[in-house]
């Protein structure tokens, strides 16, 4: 999970702290922007699934959280 790349903006999902701190705001008012969940999305932490609106169209997707991203949760509890 280290960012190895030297130049540009920092990565915003490089440690597990950052990490924890996003997963503890999705499903909440104040959820990370769509690029940083899928950013978590590709290391396995979230995965998207369909959430029925009962409207026209494409389905919504919705963030869940994976075991993965539950296990440092719990870890990350002690780190405080």
């Known amino acids: 999970m280290t960012n190895t790349v030297t130049r540009g903006r920092p990565s915003t999902v490089d440690t597990g702290r ?5 997963l ?8 990370p922007s769509r690029y940083i969940v ?3 999305a590709a290391q396995g932490y979230v995965e998207f699934a369909s959430k029925h609106t009962g409207k ?10 994976t075991g993965r991203a539950r296990a ?4 990350a509890r002690n780190w405080n």
């Open 56 to 65: 026209r169209g494409r389905p919504a997707l919705e963030p869940q959280l």
């Open 24 to 31: 503890r705001k999705i499903g909440t008012e104040s959820a």
């Open 18 to 22: 950052k990490v924890a701190k996003h």
């Open 72 to 75: 440092l949760l719990n870890l």
């Open 38 to 40: 899928q950013q978590l």
